[in-house]
């Protein structure tokens, strides 16, 4: 069996892409492909195996990676690669390697998209049929949940109700907090009201005072000075006390 045929039963290449195999993959990573066969091998294996150098092998076994030709597994510190399948270079080879995978007939691509889809369905199959006997099965399938129109729309307007209940919250924090401030505030001015300095009451409390005795006749002369004056003390003390 020529290295051509044993890559393409390997790397599990569909038939249509048969005739076109060359542009999937250079004579070295055919090799290494199928030097991978049944087994995992690390760099310094793969080096042996190819008879190549450790930097030569450490360089195929990168872009072989990048291309999807291998698989790296690392466990326990140890680095081993194993060949992929054509499946997955699909994806790689027809949206970054453009130019190579047009240069395939039109038939070719067509009968090569379709085999892809059918693939799709029978590596899948097995896990959508356990969700279909059970619907709360675990299913390792990315975006497994499909929403109809109606159903997305819904999501977006359940969202955007969250972000308006959230400012809401925060707005109706703020406004608290400036209530808070303002309580605060009129309970500091009700002290400096009442405040004394060096010993004697504020102006402030001597007019409260001083209001709220109604009915005293004034007082003429140096006898009403000495009769505010009394009051004066009286009031004071009357003050302190309080």
Known sequence: MSQPDE???????????????????TRQEMELVVALAGQALTLEEVAETLRISREEAAALLRGAFHRDL????TRAGMTTYSPGKFYTTLDY????????WKRLPLAARQAVGEWQVQAFIELWKPA???VV??????????????????EALALVEATEEGRRLVARLVEERRAGAESLFAQSKQLQDTIEFFKIDD??????ASVLRTAARPGKKPASG?????VAA????????????F
């Open 199 to 204: 010993g004697r009451k504020s102006g402030r």
């Open 133 to 150: 006997a059970n619907p709360d099965a675990w299913l390792p399938i990315k975006n497994r949940d499909v929403l109809l129109l109606d």
């Open 70 to 73: 291998v698989n790296r597994d």
């Open 7 to 25: 890559f393409v039963k390997v790397f599990q290449v569909p038939p249509a892409m048969v005739p076109y195999v060359h542009l999937v993959a």
């Open 93 to 100: 080879f027809s949206s970054v390697e453009t130019s190579t």
């Open 230 to 241: 009394k009051e004066d003390d009286v009031e004071y003390d009357d003050y302190e006390k």
């Open 222 to 226: 140096v006898q009403a000075k000495a």
């Open 128 to 130: 959508i049929d356990r």
